[in-house]
């Protein structure tokens, strides 16, 4: 299955801030949407994703200076991306080999969505109980 099937539910747009965007204003749009990361764009693409730990790794090494940078300076840059038609399973191994938990998809330039591990973990478990489901009927009626 692909990515694509997974992002087929959703009528909520992606979050996202611009790329000149503060990071204590990008940090309140966090606060307010109650999410981990969103993608950076510029210029109509993605220049970069901007999570929590971003966030953090900041405060730390240059205090509450790091909140009036643009957060073009802040974000992890540039963003691993994956297309619509990605099989599921390749994206959650990319994303636990690069320890990541955000994928925005894109197709050609164009970001369509954005997947987070948990999305794809969810998936995969109610895959999983499906077919042990499947088996356990399978096994009952033989």
């Not at 965007?21 to 940090?27: I, K, L, Y």
């Not at 895959?127 to 356990?136: K, M």
């Amino acid at each position: 299955m692909s990515i694509a099937r997974l992002l087929e539910g959703r009528d909520r747009p992606v979050i996202t801030c611009d790329a000149d965007a503060p990071v204590h204003e990008v940090v309140a749009l966090l606060a307010h949407e109650r999410i981990g990361a969103l993608p950076v764009m510029h210029e109509g693409k993605v220049a970069g994703i901007f999570s929590e730990r971003d966030l953090i790794y900041q405060v730390a090494a240059q205090g509450a200076d790091a909140l009036q940078r643009p957060v073009r300076d802040v974000m992890t840059a540039p963003a691993l991306t994956v297309a619509p038609d990605t099989p599921i399973l390749h994206a959650l191994s990319l994303m636990t080999r690069r320890r990541i938990r955000h994928l925005p998809v894109v197709r050609g330039d164009t970001m369509v969505g954005l997947v987070s591990i948990g999305d794809l973990v969810k998936h995969r478990i109610d895959r999983i109980e499906s077919e042990a489901e499947a088996l356990r009927t399978y096994i009952q009626t033989a």
